[in-house]
């Protein structure tokens, strides 16, 4: 029996990739090198087209930190999706940085970026495991919790 893609896993999951928007900005999606793709950094942006907005350990939970992470990774694949038609052709996620708007106090960004990491991990398996960076922040555009960038090796 061949191993489940990763669009089947994410269907398992009971996950269907959004629709995502251009970039708004002075930037690209992503940056292609070889076979290496930097994508720029992205946030929790819901299927109602709106952020999931506020700081961690004030107004949101880690658990919905976490939840909004999930979301981030969810977001970051569409994005890959929409550009290579396939997410098959992910070799190997690389790279992770994650930035959590986070009230003074809050020390657990590990704790809310593990919701991108699981997400990927549960989708590619050991292909997903990453190298990863958790940093805490003041404040993200449009107050989103969590911005997050990737870097993937394609085949």
């Not at 052709?89 to 708007?101: C, E, P």
Request: aromatic content about 6%; glycine content about 10%.
């Amino acid at each position: 029996m061949s191993a489940q893609t990763p669009e089947q896993k994410l269907s398992q999951l009971g996950i269907q990739l959004p629709q995502i928007p251009e970039s708004l900005g002075s930037y690209v999606d992503m940056v292609k090198v070889g076979n290496m793709v930097f994508l720029s950094g992205r946030g929790p942006l819901k299927a109602d087209g709106k952020y999931i907005t506020g700081k961690v350990g004030s107004s949101l939970t880690t658990e919905e930190g976490y939840q909004a992470a999930r979301l981030t990774a969810i977001n970051q694949l569409a994005v890959l999706k929409r550009a290579f038609g396939s997410l098959n052709k992910i070799k190997r996620i690389v790279k992770v940085n994650g930035y959590v708007n986070t009230a003074e106090s809050f020390t657990d960004q590990s704790k809310v970026m593990n919701g991108f990491s699981d997400l990927l991990i549960e989708v590619f398996g050991e292909k997903g495991r990453h190298a990863r960076t958790s940093v805490g922040v003041y404040t993200l555009p449009q107050n989103m919790v969590i911005e997050a960038e990737m870097i993937v090796e394609m085949e």
